[in-house]
């Protein structure tokens, strides 16, 4: 079936670095458009990244443009979130979600993964 | 770019309807129609609920609606049942492939 498998999280001191992995399984994972969304505890989701079906095309959120960089291996069906300059309020569940559709961006998450913890702590 | 504005909580009686609103600004909810829902459980991942306003995914029950008016989008849950008691999200495309949520409704059924 149609599944994300997030790995990669963990607790990691401010100022350094991390690397998120989703695992993508069940569809066509060089046609989609994925996204990162998070969530810190007990608040609301946040919109992180966006990347193109073949990768060309990346977008990020104000609070991250500039520390994260999304990638993806679609030979491997792999999306990446590469965390850099790490912060406390960068501590959240981290989601991977495929785009609704094949090829162009529909900005609506259609399929979402169970979540990588990130705590940024000293 | 700044989230959308949600109600943080919202209620009714199994078998009720129930509205939550959802407010932007021209540059999101009332400038395109990519506003979508979705509803979280405790301790799991979103789910989508509604698409582009007021399209529904495959198996989403037809208890759940959207629709839109000028900035301000709705989702409406008819027919409460104890089961859509959960967090649920607007989130609207914002120009530039940026993308806004809103901070979220708890529903609870009671």
């Known amino acids: 079936q149609v599944q994300l498998v997030e790995s990669g999280g963990g607790v990691v001191q401010p100022g350094r670095s991390l690397r998120l992995s989703c695992a993508a399984s069940?569809?066509?994972?060089?046609?989609?458009?994925m996204h990162w969304v998070r969530q810190a505890p007990g608040k609301g989701l946040e919109w992180v990244a966006l990347?193109?079906?073949?990768?060309?095309?990346?977008f990020y959120a104000d609070s991250v443009k500039g520390r994260f960089t999304i990638s993806r291996d679609n030979s491997k069906n792999t999306l990446f979130l590469q965390m850099s300059s790490l912060r406390t309020e960068d501590t959240a569940v981290f989601y991977c979600?495929?785009?609704?559709?094949?090829?162009?961006?529909?900005?609506?998450?259609?399929?979402w993964g169970t979540g990588t913890t990130v705590t940024v702590s000293s | 770019q700044s989230a959308l504005t949600q109600t943080p909580s919202a209620s009714g009686s199994p078998g009720q309807s129930v509205t939550i609103s959802c407010t932007g600004t021209n540059r999101d909810v009332g400038g395109y129609n990519y506003v979508s829902w979705y509803q979280q459980h405790p301790g799991k991942a979103p789910k989508l609920m509604i698409y582009?306003?007021?399209k529904r995914p495959s198996g989403v029950p037809d208890r759940f609606s959207g629709s839109k008016s000028g900035n301000t989008a709705f989702l409406t849950v008819s027919g409460l049942q104890p089961e859509d008691e959960a967090d649920y999200y607007c989130?609207?495309?914002?120009?530039?492939?940026?993308?806004?949520f809103g901070g979220g409704t708890m529903l609870t059924v009671l």
């Open positions: 979600a495929r785009d609704y559709g094949e090829v162009d961006f529909y900005y609506h998450m259609a399929v």
């Open positions: 582009e306003v007021k």
């Open positions: 990347i193109s079906y073949d990768g060309s095309k990346k």
């Open positions: 989130s609207s495309y914002a120009g530039r492939n940026y993308l806004v």
């Open positions: 069940g569809f066509n994972f060089r046609n989609y458009a």
